[in-house]
């Protein structure tokens, strides 16, 4: 593999989950693997999950890392060809991902949507960009489109979650949901992107359910089905996975911050015991309720541990080729 911006890049991703799961069992394994070799992870914008788990992923494989918060930290960069540089953006991404490629062997990068051009975020012009100009592989942390190496997690977390097969009977194919809930801020639509994907590759019933007027790109959703009616969508699901995201259509809005949409005790009754998930960071009592939160349940801390697994195995597989 050489680079990782898609779940898709990935050949095989039940194969994949099951290497990941190996890797949990020891992850030291590899420990020779990275040795000498150098990532350099380069921050748009703010984390905790993704700055922590990858930097310790690349160490359990024995690997350097340098870490910058390149959207305060770095010189503003120019991604236009043949503009004239007298305002604000000192540096040209020509330049800058040549220069950073000669500090490391692989490049890891996190560019947010801005939510305000939707052409411009729709071409990921941060993550394309050092994908043209860097001479090293690059992985993508969550640019304006998807978060691959959450919804790599999120499989992990999936499949060892899954019901099981009980006293030689065959486990029922699951349902999966996808939720939308309320948030008082914009946000961008990569995680519920890169969620829908990974589902698509996976053998279970999926729903996405969220108001009118939060469909997500038509492109990615293609023909999953949609219930608008919430605790309709929630009836016999084995697993309820919330995100807020902003209008697509209506780019960047928020249409609604219905509270009616909100994770609560109640409407997990509705399902068939399933278990809650959220890739974090979450607001407690607006998107979901303490009670959720905080039951046997929530699968949320697992999802977090399960973020340098992913990462583990991209970067393994990055390292190998
Ligand atoms: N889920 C996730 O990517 O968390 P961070 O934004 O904290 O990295």
Not at 22 to 47: A, D, H, M, R, V
Not at 92 to 98: G, L
Not at 299 to 306: D, G, R, T
Request: hydrophobic share 40%.
């Amino acid at each position: 593999m050489k680079h990782y911006t898609h779940i898709n890049d990935l050949k095989s991703l039940q194969t994949t989950v099951q290497e990941a799961v190996n890797l949990k069992e020891n992850p030291l394994q590899f420990e020779q693997l990275g040795k000498g070799k150098t990532i350099c992870l380069l921050f748009f914008n703010n984390s905790l999950r993704t700055r922590l788990s990858t930097q310790k992923a690349a160490q359990n494989l024995g690997m350097h890392t340098i870490v910058m918060n390149f959207g305060s930290e770095g010189w503003q960069l120019e991604y236009e060809d043949g503009v004239v540089m007298d305002q604000g953006k000192a540096e040209h991404i020509k330049e800058a991902a040549k220069v950073i490629s000669q500090y490391c062997d692989i490049v890891a990068i996190r560019a947010f949507a801005s939510l305000e051009n939707k052409e411009k975020d729709q071409q990921e012009q941060v993550l394309t960009n050092f994908i043209k100009y860097a001479d090293v592989p690059v992985v993508n942390m969550e640019s304006s489109v998807g978060h691959p190496l959450q919804a790599l997690a999120d499989a992990i977390t999936l499949a060892e979650h899954l019901p099981a097969s009980k006293a030689g009977k065959t486990a029922h194919r699951p349902k999966i949901v996808l939720s939308w809930a309320p948030h008082p801020k914009a946000l961008p639509h990569a995680v519920a992107n890169s969620f829908v994907e990974m589902m698509q590759l996976q053998d279970a019933e999926f729903v996405i359910t969220h108001p009118k007027g939060y469909e997500l790109d038509i492109e990615i959703t293609e023909d999953t089905t949609i219930e608008y009616n919430q605790e309709k969508a929630f009836e016999n699901a084995d697993f309820i996975y919330t995100k807020n995201w902003s209008s697509f259509a209506d780019y960047g809005k928020v249409l609604s911050q219905d509270k009616n949409w909100m994770i609560t005790q109640n409407k997990m009754k509705l399902t068939n015991n399933a278990k809650f998930m959220h890739c974090l960071p979450v607001r407690r009592n607006v998107v979901v309720e303490d009670a959720v939160l905080d039951s046997e349940n929530s699968l949320v801390i697992q999802q977090a541990n399960n973020r340098t697994y992913a990462a583990q195995v991209v970067l393994k597989k990055i390292l190998e080729s």
